[in-house]
């Protein structure tokens, strides 16, 4: 088994569901040349028969992008397969994306079916998909919540009618990464042609879990990963690209490599989240404004010292200036001092002790100091500017 893991990004199909991120077309055209340009395997355009704009824009998506896969989403129905098949006409590496719930959930409630009448028609999108492009990806919606034994059986049919890529999605966000795992571990040893297709991992984030299931996922043989820019998705979201990413690249005993170009991790998170208009929350990993923030004078003084104390990623690595020592009464004399001379003075031991006592009161009185308020502590205190 390769140990390449593909990167299938659904920022503009998945993403967009989002109330509120609708995007144009040339706001979806801006933001999939830069995936392509990031590395991105698999791009998924849209949703083709949802509306005209979403056609339009699969289309231009389709005839702009040349090294990426461009993949149009249906469901197993027969418009829906026509739409996506006509809206990737011109591209250099088409996919249809297109499938049925298999939990007893989707099939008893919302498809108001039997299992043996599901396999069907599984069976049959597979096999029309089939008739327009080679590359045909089957999705078992809410396979985090259905049988195994049943799932394995949907998917040996569906590879047998000619699925190239096998979608195991944990559609509500419910499995725990060790479930999720053996679930992927059972395909692998139960489906007999398994390996004449990728599995494909879809997780979604209702309990916080996206990304670990995707990497339990691919520790167990799942060789692409379905996600987002900055974990935007349906509801909580979608498993986050740049988490999974690093995660990989940290942890090289995992033995799993990808082709995303990790120096535009930090430019793709701002482009999507100014064109979304959805702001990325402080604290989110990797792309997050705290990520690489320090404001405890311990982790400060540990950081000042050697970075790697405190971060376990290098902020150029994925394309972010440097790490941000954050001035506030929590900070100790190391980050102050640091943070005096990158703005022009050398404080010495005296100086500091005296400036020190002045800039805790300053500190104390809002929330961050800046360098404007440094700068006058400086002059006041610090005889020599550096």
């Known amino acids: 088994m390769s140990n390449q893991v593909q990167i299938f990004d659904t920022t503009l199909r998945d993403g967009e569901q989002v109330p509120g991120c609708k995007l144009n077309t040339r706001q979806k055209l801006e933001i999939a040349a830069e995936l392509e340009r990031m590395g991105v395997d698999v791009i998924e355009a849209g949703f083709p028969v949802s509306s005209p704009g979403d056609f339009e824009a699969v289309n231009k998506i389709a005839r702009l992008i040349k090294d990426s896969t461009v993949c149009a989403l249906s469901r197993a129905v027969q418009a829906d397969i026509d739409s996506a098949a006509a809206a990737l006409k011109g591209a250099a590496r088409p996919r249809i994306h297109t499938g049925i719930g298999t939990s007893d959930s989707h099939i008893q409630h919302k498809l108001r079916s039997t299992p043996e009448k599901i396999l069907e028609k599984a069976i049959w999108c597979t096999k029309y998909a089939k008739r327009f492009v080679e590359d045909v990806e089957f999705y078992a919606e809410d396979a985090g919540r259905t049988d195994n034994e049943y799932l394995a059986r949907v998917i040996e049919a569906v590879i047998a009618a000619g699925a190239t890529v096998v979608n195991i999605p944990d559609t509500t966000g419910y499995c725990l990464p060790d479930e999720y795992g053996r679930k992927i571990a059972y395909l692998i040893e139960n489906v007999k042609n398994i390996?004449?297709?990728?599995?494909?991992?879809?997780?979604?984030?209702?309990?916080?879990?996206?990304?670990?299931?995707?990497?339990?996922?691919?520790?167990?043989?799942?060789?692409?990963?379905?996600?987002?820019?900055?974990?935007?998705?349906?509801?909580?979201?979608?498993?986050?690209?740049?988490?999974?990413?690093?995660?990989?690249?940290?942890?090289?005993?995992?033995?799993?490599?990808?082709?995303?170009?990790?120096?535009?991790?930090?430019?793709?998170?701002?482009?999507?989240?100014?064109?979304?208009?959805?702001?990325?929350?402080?604290?989110?990993?990797?792309?997050?404004?705290?990520?690489?923030?320090?404001?405890?004078?311990?982790?400060?003084?540990?950081?000042?010292?050697?970075?790697?104390?405190?971060?376990?990623?290098?902020?150029?690595?994925?394309?972010?200036?440097?790490?941000?020592?954050?001035?506030?009464?929590?900070?100790?004399?190391?980050?102050?001092?640091?943070?005096?001379?990158?703005?022009?003075?050398?404080?010495?031991?005296?100086?500091?002790?005296?400036?020190?006592?002045?800039?805790?009161?300053?500190?104390?009185?809002?929330?961050?100091?800046?360098?404007?308020?440094?700068?006058?502590?400086?002059?006041?205190?610090?005889?020599?500017?550096?």
């Open 195 to 386: 390996h004449k297709a990728t599995i494909s991992t879809h997780c979604h984030n209702d309990l916080g879990l996206a990304t670990a299931n995707s990497i339990a996922g691919v520790q167990n043989g799942a060789r692409q990963i379905e996600c987002t820019i900055n974990g935007i998705g349906e509801r909580a979201g979608n498993t986050s690209l740049e988490e999974v990413v690093m995660i990989m690249r940290q942890h090289p005993y995992l033995n799993l490599t990808n082709r995303i170009n990790t120096k535009m991790l930090n430019p793709m998170s701002r482009l999507v989240s100014e064109k979304m208009g959805v702001p990325v929350q402080p604290n989110k990993a990797i792309v997050g404004a705290n990520a690489f923030a320090h404001s405890s004078g311990i982790h400060q003084d540990g950081v000042i010292k050697r970075r790697d104390t405190y971060e376990i990623i290098d902020p150029l690595e994925v394309g972010v200036d440097k790490s941000s020592i954050i001035l506030t009464a929590r900070s100790g004399r190391a980050a102050l001092a640091y943070r005096a001379k990158e703005i022009g003075f050398n404080i010495t031991k005296d100086e500091l002790d005296v400036i020190y006592k002045e800039f805790l009161r300053v500190a104390d009185s809002k929330k961050e100091v800046e360098d404007a308020d440094l700068r006058v502590l400086c002059e006041k205190y610090v005889v020599v500017a550096a």
